[in-house]
T-cell receptor
Framework: EAGVAQSPRYKIIEKRQSVAFWCNPI?????LYWYQQILGQGPKLLIQ????????DSQLPKDRFSAERLKGVDSTLKIQPAKLEDSAVYLC????????????FGPGTRLTVT | KQEVTQIPAALSVPEGENLVLNCSFT??????LQWFRQDPGKGLTSLLL?????REQTSGRLNASLDKSSGRSTLYIAASQPGDSATYLC?????????????FGKGTKLSVKP
């Protein structure tokens, strides 16, 4: 079974530029999560999708971050414009359902904003 | 508000030692608890998931226990090896505002020296 795929693996941009990350979850997983992990911290949820609908985006900085999940499968996370404090690893995870099921994580995208 | 704490923040042991990593959480109304491993620059690998009805789970040299009433979990690693060097994170799902949002501790960075 293929795992969660993410691209790119690394990205370096200057502040005020825009960037987009892509995630392909495990086939059949209805729930998709985007987490932000700042160095030395545990991951923090940015947004959660159930199929193609948003369940929770309460911690997403909506003035600069946006995300979508087309057709309930792939998802993209965009930052525009980026700030220095956005430097982090962005992790995508998926689970069969949201309730009590195990989450599976992708390799992450390491973003450096200079 | 659910908070997850991991002690110690870092641990260095010689190869072959048995060791215990600790995780505590403030709200005992959890559905499960998950232990992850994170290698530098990589995503999260799920090690063990303990359902709230279980007291412990074992996988190879790893054993995780859960005591909901006291808000604690421990990850026991037997006969540690240099390949076990990584950051270990515990997480619980939080259902306050969404379904299945994982709340993470900051992790314990383990170094096993040959």
């Amino acid at each position: 079974e293929a795992g969660v795929a993410q691209s790119p693996r690394y990205k370096i941009i200057e502040k005020r530029q825009s960037v987009a990350f892509w995630c392909n979850p495990i086939s059949g997983h209805a729930t998709l999560y985007w987490y932000q992990q700042i160095l030395g911290q545990g991951p923090k949820l940015l947004i959660q999708f159930q199929n193609n609908g948003v369940v929770d985006d309460s911690q997403l900085p909506k003035d600069r971050f946006s995300a979508e999940r087309l057709k309930g499968v792939d998802s993209t996370l965009k930052i525009q414009p980026a700030k220095l404090e956005d430097s982090a690893v962005y992790l995508c995870a998926s689970s069969l359902r949201a309730s009590s099921y195990e989450q599976y994580f992708g390799p992450g995208t390491r973003l450096t904003v200079t | 508000k659910q908070e997850v704490t991991q002690i110690p923040a870092a641990l260095s042991v010689p190869e072959g030692e048995n060791l215990v990593l600790n995780c505590s959480f403030t709200d005992s109304a959890i559905y499960n608890l998950q232990w992850f491993r994170q290698d530098p620059g990589k995503g999260l690998t799920s090690l063990l998931l303990i359902q709230s009805s279980q007291r412990e789970q074992t996988s190879g040299r790893l054993n995780a226990s859960l005591d909901k009433s006291s808000g604690r979990s421990t990850l026991y690693i037997a006969a540690s090896q240099p390949g076990d060097s990584a950051t270990y994170l515990c997480a619980v799902p939080y259902y306050g505002g969404s379904q299945g949002n994982l709340i993470f501790g900051k992790g314990t960075k383990l170094s096993v020296k040959p």
